[in-house]
Nanobody
C-alpha cells in the first residue's frame, strides 16, 4: 500500500509562484515513477508533470518552462514548483504513482493523493 499526501496549494494572483509537496509512505518509493495531475472544473484530469526513478522529467505543453518537478528519494518526497501562474492553472492538483511507469506517463496511475486546490486570480 502507498499513501500520498499533498500540501502547498492556495489562492494566488497571476504571475505568483507556489510549491506543491507530496509526501509518500510505503515501500519502494525510489522505484516508482511519480506524477502530478490536475483537474479543472468541466475538464478531465490531465498529467502536468512526471518524473522517473532516475530523475528524468516530462511536462505538459501548457506548463513547460514554468513548472518544475523534482523528487527527494531519501525523504520520500516529490515537489512541483509552479512559476508564472496563470488563471488557467486553477485546478485541484493530485500527486499520483504506480509501479508501472507507463501508467503514470501515458495512462492512469493506481495510487492517488487527496488533492490540493490551486486558485489563480487575474
Amino acid at each position: 500500500q502507498v499513501r500520498l499526501v499533498e500540501s502547498g496549494g492556495g489562492s494566488v494572483q497571476a504571475g505568483d509562484s507556489l510549491r506543491l509537496s507530496c509526501s509518500a509512505s510505503g515501500r519502494t518509493f525510489s522505484n516508482y515513477v511519480m506524477g502530478w495531475f490536475r483537474q479543472a472544473p468541466g475538464k478531465e484530469r490531465e498529467l502536468v508533470a512526471g518524473i522517473t526513478t532516475d530523475g528524468s522529467t516530462n511536462y505538459a505543453d501548457s506548463v513547460k518552462g514554468r513548472f518544475t518537478i523534482s523528487r527527494d528519494n531519501a525523504k520520500n518526497m516529490v515537489y512541483l514548483l509552479m512559476n508564472s501562474l496563470k488563471p488557467e492553472d486553477t485546478a485541484v492538483y493530485y500527486c499520483a504513482t504506480d509501479p508501472r511507469p507507463q501508467a503514470v506517463l501515458y495512462g492512469t496511475p493506481f495510487y492517488w493523493g487527496q488533492g490540493t486546490q490551486v486558485t489563480v486570480s487575474s
